[in-house]
Every structure is written in C-alpha cells, then in structure tokens.
C-alpha cells in the first residue's frame, strides 16, 4: 500500500461507455497527477492539478475530462473511447514544488476499451 | 528543457550477477535525482533518490550516486535476485515546478 489508492484495478469498457477512474491519498500532498502508460510507450503526463486546480494539460483528447473536487481525490471520467485508449492509467500525488519529493504512485486502473 | 536518457533495454542478467542501469539527464535547474521500480502489473515505487551533487541513494541493496560531473545517477546493486526482475525508470525533478521527467524506462530480466 502506497497511500495512493486507485479504483477500479481492472476495467473493460465498450467504445459508448461512460465510466470514471478514481484516485484517493491521504498523504497531505497537493498536487495530483494523470498519467498513461502504454506497451512500450514511455510514460505519458496528461493531466496535473495543484490544489485542486488543472495547472496542465497534455494536449489530452476531451474524451478525457479530469476532476479534482479536494486535494484528495481525483477522478478521470471517459466516454466515447477508443480501443487505442486500452492502456494503464497511473495517478500520482506529490507535494507541490518541492524538489527534493518525488511522487507517490497508485497501483493503476488497467483499461481495456472494447 | 529537461531529460532524462536511459539505457535500452531489456537487460538479462543471471541471478547473483553486478547490474549497472545507466541514466544521464540534461537539467536547466539544481535537480533532484530519483530511480523508480516498476513490478509487473503494479504502479511505480520509489526506489531512492538523491538531492544533491555526491549524495548516494540507497535501497534494497540498490545504490546510485548522484554525479554532477558527469550528468550522471546511474544505478547498481551488486547481486540481483529473480524477484528484481521490474521495470527500472529514472528521473528528475527541479525545484520552482511540479515536474518530475522520466527517463523511458529499462526491463531487468533476471534469470536462474
């Protein structure tokens, strides 16, 4: 256990499918992070939030929309994927700005869009 | 910006062998410097990490010294094991950012 806890471990969705990704820590930090990893990808940053607000963005197809309600949680909502989109997806957290921290990752949500 | 540059793997090694995974970065910055692990089917764990110019990182057995001279935080353990068998990623992170740049990561095999 990592103190970033991510939900559900295994997902399969069809291509017209809504369905959401959750991210919870209780390690004080304040800044959250979306990442995707792929087969034989290098990591890939999409999203980033800094006390509760979206400070970056990847250039992320809006079939992506993020949520950050607190500096806790953080949700990755999907609809209308595709099967290019079957990947790894990795929440971090981290306190923000400080470089002598890394991050802290979840275990990750692995996606299989159908 | 910033970079981080990793040797390609994989690399299989027999169990008990030296492991050296090279890493060098390119950093704007003052860098921190960190080693990840990744096991099958799991997210990435810290590994160790340095903060400043000759500091050494250690952990499990595994060490990295952090060289400024060379751009350099490459990272060794002197025995591996089958259970080291993961995905090793290096990277950095200056300060002022939230940034941390990954390096592509490198497989270690590690067979009997």
């Known amino acids: 256990e990592t103190g970033v806890t991510q939900t559900p471990r295994h997902l399969v969705m069809g291509m017209t499918n809504k369905k959401s990704l959750k991210c919870e820590q209780h390690l004080g930090h304040n800044a959250m992070y979306w990442y995707k990893q792929s087969a034989k990808k290098p990591l890939e940053l999409m999203f980033v939030y800094n006390f509760k607000e979206q400070t970056e963005n990847n250039s992320v197809p809006s079939r992506f929309s993020p949520e950050c309600p607190n500096s806790s949680h953080l949700f990755l909502h999907l609809h209308t994927l595709q099967p290019e989109d079957s990947a790894l997806y990795l929440c971090a957290s981290s306190p923000p700005t400080e470089a002598n921290y890394g991050y802290t990752f979840g275990s990750g949500t692995r996606l299989t869009v159908v | 910006g910033d970079s981080v540059t990793q040797m390609e793997g994989p690399v299989t090694l027999s169990e008990e062998a030296f492991l050296t995974i090279n890493c060098t970065y390119t950093?704007?910055?003052?860098?921190?410097l960190f080693w990840y692990v990744q096991y099958p089917g799991e997210g990435l764990q810290l590994l160790l990490k340095a903060t400043k110019a000759d500091d050494k990182g250690s952990n499990k057995g595994f060490e990295a010294t952090y060289r400024k001279e060379t751009t350099s935080f490459h990272l060794e353990k002197g025995s591996v094991q089958v259970s080291d068998s993961a995905v090793y990623f290096c990277?950095?992170?200056?300060?002022?950012?939230?940034?941390?740049?990954f390096g592509t990561g490198t497989q270690l095999k590690v067979e009997l």
């Open positions: 990277a950095l992170r200056t300060g002022g950012g939230n940034k941390l740049t």
């Open positions: 950093a704007t910055g003052y860098p921190s």
